[in-house]
């Protein structure tokens, strides 16, 4: 035994050493249980979430932190399972999303969250509304803010949630997209599903130009990395939240769904577990959600609190009685409706096809926006046209760029350059 452990000391010091010369963290265990990473030479270790955080692409590496412990119709008596009205489809289409990679996926639970004016808030020990872990964070440094303003933000059980300034100021200004400049008729492109497959996500960073909207899943994971790059790379973000369909839960949207019930007590606690999970944000649509959408009741609820917050909704245009736009304009509220789904085909072709729609209607509507999944085919072709769309007489924007004010019924502008 003797023998036996001087050789496991003599190994974990070579190892050390090893891990050392390299520069690389070293992983241990703290008094607690808790993981521990052993940081750079020189660095003090500090707790780090159950699983170890996969390294930042070096495009958008984000820095390392030191962490600290601190925290149609109204519906009838709404039931989880719900049938759809006769004239709708039985079974709603759940939107197929990128896939995983095996062996890049994280814990969500228990990866970094987000920042506050500079600090970074991580949920630890596999609860997502548990006691936080604060950090020092990285600042702004160029491209869209990733840090959210402490005077938008509200520190909530559920993690950091949007909220109008003191002055009024409200998220949805403060995050969006800087509108683009010159002519050409208004087009959005929301490509959503990001967080769910490290690879998609990264690629859609990496090969999307800035003008698209980038939809992030509250169930992904690694968020605060990825919304970091995207910021970085001057994307708009847009949170998705899973909604209630039609014939749930045999057909469901995920975990945490937010269901027409619930939202008809006024009971949002999905809602805002979705919204604690990411931020910067300046608009919420929805990620499959018929049965809600189409109940004035669990739909006027969820609408008043995305309004109160300062954000925007973007119905996809997936349910055929969504009462989204007769709701909004009563409330006053910020909205879009999408034009067009652009992948529902199959294959390059179906989605080039459906691109080269979405520009027809906006020159003849005068703008219109598209929603589509991070797919790899998916990304090459939206990449590619729209390289060429200015030529083609597009210009492309952010959707708070094209969202409605029912009060003046107009539509948003984006922040000014």
């Known amino acids: 035994m003797r023998v036996f452990a ?39 270790a500090k707790p780090a979430s159950a699983s170890a955080p996969t390294p930042a692409p070096s495009k ?17 008596a709404p039931s989880t399972a719900s049938p759809a009205p006769a004239n709708a489809h039985a079974v709603e289409t759940k939107r197929p999303v990128p896939s995983t990679t095996p062996g890049t996926m994280q814990s969500a639970s228990a990866e970094g969250q987000q920042s506050l004016d500079g600090m970074k808030l991580m949920h630890v020990g596999g609860n997502d509304t548990g006691p936080a872990v604060v950090a020092p964070g990285e600042y702004d440094t160029g491209g869209l803010s990733y840090n959210p303003a402490a005077s938008l933000t509200h520190q909530s059980d ?23 400049t010159g002519s050409g008729a208004p087009v959005a492109i929301v490509v959503g599903g990001l967080g769910l497959s490290q690879t998609g996500t990264q690629r859609a960073i990496d090969e999307l130009p800035s003008g698209v909207t980038l939809g992030f899943s509250p169930n992904g994971n690694s968020l605060h990395r990825w919304l970091q790059a995207a910021r970085k790379a001057g994307h708009e973000v847009i949170l998705q939240v899973p909604m209630q369909p039609y014939g749930y839960p045999a057909n469901s949207p995920g975990p945490h769904t937010l269901t027409a019930e619930a939202a008809s007590k006024d009971e949002l606690g999905e809602l805002h ?11 919420v649509m929805n990620y499959m959600g018929g ?3 189409s109940d004035a009741d669990a739909l006027k609820p969820v609408l008043n609190d995305i309004d109160a917050r300062g954000l925007y909704f973007l119905d996809d245009g997936s349910a055929a009685q969504s009462r989204v736009a007769t709701m909004a304009a009563r409330i006053g509220m910020p909205y879009a409706v999408a034009d067009l789904t652009l992948d529902e085909g199959s294959g390059r072709s179906a989605v080039e096809d459906a691109l080269d729609k979405l520009a027809d209607r906006a020159h003849r509507q005068g703008s219109a926006i598209g929603v589509a999944s991070a797919f790899p085919t998916t990304i090459s072709a939206v990449a590619d046209w ?18 409605h004010r029912p009060d003046t019924d107009t539509q948003l502008q984006g922040n000014a350059e």
């Open 60 to 76: 958008h590496a984000a820095a390392p932190s030191t962490a600290t412990p601190a925290p149609s119709k109204h519906a009838a």
């Open 273 to 283: 577990r979705a919204m604690g999970r990411i931020t910067n944000y300046a608009g």
């Open 291 to 293: 049965r809600l959408l």
């Open 6 to 44: 001087g050789v496991f000391v003599a190994g974990l010091v070579i190892g050390g050493s090893i891990f050392t010369a390299l520069d690389r963290p070293v992983f241990g265990s703290g008094r607690n249980g808790s993981l521990v990473i052993a940081s750079r030479k020189g660095e003090p």
């Open 386 to 403: 729209a390289a060429a769309a200015q030529a083609n007489g597009i210009r492309l924007v952010g959707v708070s760029h094209l969202v």
């Open 158 to 180: 559920f993690g950091p949630l949007p909220v109008k300034g003191p002055d009024g100021t409200r998220p949805m200004d403060a995050y969006a997209r800087t509108a683009a």
